[in-house]
């Protein structure tokens, strides 16, 4: 691609960019990924890993956790996905995966989903990380809860995948043909 393409694209809108103080142009890596799937354009390989989004389930059923795996496995070349069975592990996760968004379940031992959420919002560090909240037993007054601590959405189980990729942005994402 000739860079004054690339510059018009800027200009146009077409893909976001900043300035440097030095009044240099820079992309990020995802825009640029996100730009060139949609032109149907080759992603060098250096960035296909900085075009995925990243999702954390947190659900203390194996069988939950094992069924959301196999529903997301087709969007495997955009979505890099981590499993963790308690809220704990969630919380070490976090600081290493670097979620774009956390699927909780709101129900399991030690630390609830709700308590999951709190923390994770109440940091500076994590504060921006989406959070859905999910639950078998859905209630007015676990959609409350899940409001005050700062989660984004509230599903009841089982949970539509549909919901999840238009959370991480990626609604109009196909998935990858077998």
């Not at 109440?122 to 676990?142: L, R």
Request: hydrophobic share 40%; glycine share 6%; proline share 5%.
């Amino acid at each position: 691609v000739n860079p004054s393409s690339v510059n018009k694209w800027i200009k146009d809108g077409r893909i976001p960019a900043f300035r440097t103080p030095g009044g240099h142009r820079r992309i990020r890596a995802s825009d640029l990924v996100s730009f060139l799937n949609k032109h149907s354009m080759p992603i060098p390989q250096k960035l296909i890993e900085a075009g995925k989004r990243r999702l954390l389930v947190v659900d203390d059923d194996s069988k939950q956790l094992s069924a959301l795996q196999r529903l997301l496995k087709p969007y495997d070349s955009r979505l890099s996905l981590c499993l963790v069975n308690n809220g704990i592990d969630a919380l070490v996760q976090v600081g290493s995966f670097k979620p774009h968004l956390i699927l909780l379940d709101v129900y399991m031992d030690e630390i609830d989903g709700i308590e999951v959420c709190r923390r994770l919002k109440e940091n500076p560090d994590t504060s921006h990380i989406k959070v859905v909240i999910a639950t078998g037993q859905m209630s007015d007054e676990i959609k409350s809860q899940a409001q005050e601590v700062g989660a984004a959405l509230s599903l009841s189980k089982p949970v539509d995948i549909n919901h999840i990729l238009a959370e991480l942005g990626m609604e109009g994402v196909q998935a990858a043909s077998a």
